[in-house]
């Protein structure tokens, strides 16, 4: 760990030992920032692989139940789906459901309602992923098993660090022909929320800053880097810190 992420992370564990020591929210404050949280999340998410859906229009999707003229029908249905993995997520959360591939597939299987014949499953063919090439499908069921297994092996890392990690594996390995980006955040949330931290909204403002924290891991521009992405993570859990310490 450098100096640079030694001290941020300090920073935040101060900043989470000092929310731990504050009252609870009140049920109306502690639901209002769900609910809000929620569709920032899907928001953001969603944007960083296209969707068109304004912030405003994915909420409107969500609790009118209404379509938005001039929007796609698979933009909906990706808000919809998103929605549906990420209570999923937070119900693995907060019941403390260790995420093996069997619950990981069903997050994909949530996300992914438009594509009901391919979610949650593997995919079976290789392809081409921002210029490198992703684990050979053969491999992904080992490569899978080995990832889920190095979660609940690898106790000396920071929880912020561990969350960090599986995301670049996980999205390194590729599992799926489609939502691997989706899946890999929510997952993400769902271990920093076991580990007692806020989940993290990844803002598509930052869209550029996450895709080159993904490429320093590919090795595209020299060795494997962890660090971009863990720096990253850190500043995200910070943000939403500060965000609840201000409530």
Do not use: W
């Given at each position: 760990?450098?100096?640079?992420?030694?001290?941020?992370?300090?920073?935040?564990?101060?900043?989470?030992?000092?929310?731990?020591?504050?009252?609870?929210?009140?049920?109306?404050?502690?639901?209002?920032?769900?609910?809000?949280?929620?569709?920032?999340?899907?928001?953001?998410?969603?944007?960083?692989?296209?969707?068109?859906?304004?912030?405003?229009?994915?909420?409107?999707?969500?609790?009118?139940n209404?379509?938005?003229?001039?929007?796609?029908?698979?933009?909906?249905?990706?808000?919809?789906?998103?929605?549906?993995?990420?209570?999923?997520?937070?119900?693995?959360?907060?019941?403390?459901?260790?995420?093996?591939?069997?619950?990981?597939?069903?997050?994909?299987?949530?996300?992914?309602?438009?594509?009901?014949?391919s979610?949650?499953?593997?995919?079976?063919?290789?392809?081409?992923?921002?210029?490198?090439?992703?684990?050979?499908?053969?491999?992904?069921?080992?490569?899978?098993?080995?990832?889920?297994?190095?979660?609940?092996?690898?106790?000396?890392?920071?929880?912020?660090?561990?969350?960090a990690?599986?995301h670049?594996?996980?999205?390194?390995?590729?599992?799926?022909?489609?939502?691997?980006?989706?899946?890999?955040?929510?997952?993400?949330?769902v271990?920093?929320?076991?580990?007692?931290?806020?989940?993290v909204i990844?803002?598509?403002a930052?869209?550029?800053?996450?895709?080159?924290?993904?490429?320093?891991y590919?090795?595209?521009?020299?060795?494997?880097?962890v660090?971009?992405?863990?720096?990253?993570?850190?500043?995200?859990?910070?943000r939403?810190?500060?965000?609840?310490?201000?409530?």
């Open positions: 760990m450098s100096e640079e992420l030694d001290v941020l992370i300090r920073r935040v564990d101060k900043k989470k030992a000092e929310l731990g020591a504050r009252p609870p929210l009140s049920p109306e404050a502690e639901d209002s920032y769900q609910e809000r949280f929620l569709y920032e999340s899907i928001y953001n998410s969603l944007a960083i692989e296209g969707n068109e859906l304004s912030r405003s229009e994915v909420e409107h999707v969500l609790t009118k209404q379509v938005v003229q001039g929007r796609s029908l698979s933009d909906h249905l990706s808000v919809v789906g998103c929605r549906d993995a990420t209570l999923l997520a937070r119900r693995y959360a907060n019941n403390n459901v260790r995420v093996t591939e069997y619950e990981l597939r069903k997050l994909h299987y949530q996300l992914l309602i438009d594509q009901q014949s979610s949650g499953e593997y995919r079976t063919y290789n392809l081409m992923v921002r210029g490198h090439r992703p684990t050979s499908y053969e491999k992904i069921a080992y490569k899978m098993l080995q990832l889920v297994d190095r979660k609940s092996a690898k106790e000396d890392e920071h929880p912020i660090e561990a969350a990690f599986f670049l594996r996980l999205e390194k390995i590729h599992p799926f022909g489609d939502g691997n980006g989706r899946v890999g955040r929510i997952v993400a949330n271990m920093l929320e076991e580990a007692g931290y806020p989940a990844f803002p598509v930052e869209k550029q800053r996450y895709y080159e924290a993904l490429e320093a590919d090795g595209l521009l020299g060795n494997p880097q660090e971009p992405m863990q720096l990253f993570f850190a500043e995200l859990v910070e939403q810190l500060d965000e609840l310490l201000a409530l």
